[in-house]
């Protein structure tokens, strides 16, 4: 299994900046691809980031030119840094580590991030 500790969440006002962290301990060796989802209040999970091992990035519109994924996979650690952070980022962040072959997730327990305006 794999398990994985989120940190860095917090309170921060509109256009200030915070940085997140993801720490994976465990079977990671079949993990391909790492991110960051989030659920703010009302409504669904949806996609922050992401990131694979080779370095490949993705980020949903809404984050694009603001946030910024990136790992480290010799210390199996996932970083978000959010800049320009607006009240609707407010959301408890989840981090996720994606297996290969059944494409099985794991999850971390989330951190919350409240942005005020």
């Known amino acids: 299994q794999v398990q994985l500790v989120e940190s860095g969440g917090g309170l921060v006002q509109a256009g200030g900046s915070l940085g997140l962290s993801c720490a994976a301990s465990?079977?990671?060796?079949?993990?391909?691809?790492m991110g960051w989802y989030r659920r703010a209040p009302g409504k669904p999970r949806e996609v922050v980031a992401t990131i694979s091992r080779s370095g490949s990035t993705y980020n949903t519109n809404s984050v694009k030119g603001r946030f910024t994924i990136s790992r480290d996979n010799a210390k199996n650690t996932v970083n978000l840094q959010m800049n320009s952070l607006r009240p609707e980022d407010t959301a408890v962040y989840y981090c996720?580590?994606?297996?290969?072959?059944?494409?099985?997730?794991?999850w971390g327990q989330g951190t919350q991030v409240t942005v005020s305006s």
């Open positions: 996720n580590f994606r297996e290969s072959d059944n494409s099985r997730n794991y």
């Open positions: 465990g079977s990671t060796f079949r993990i391909i691809v």
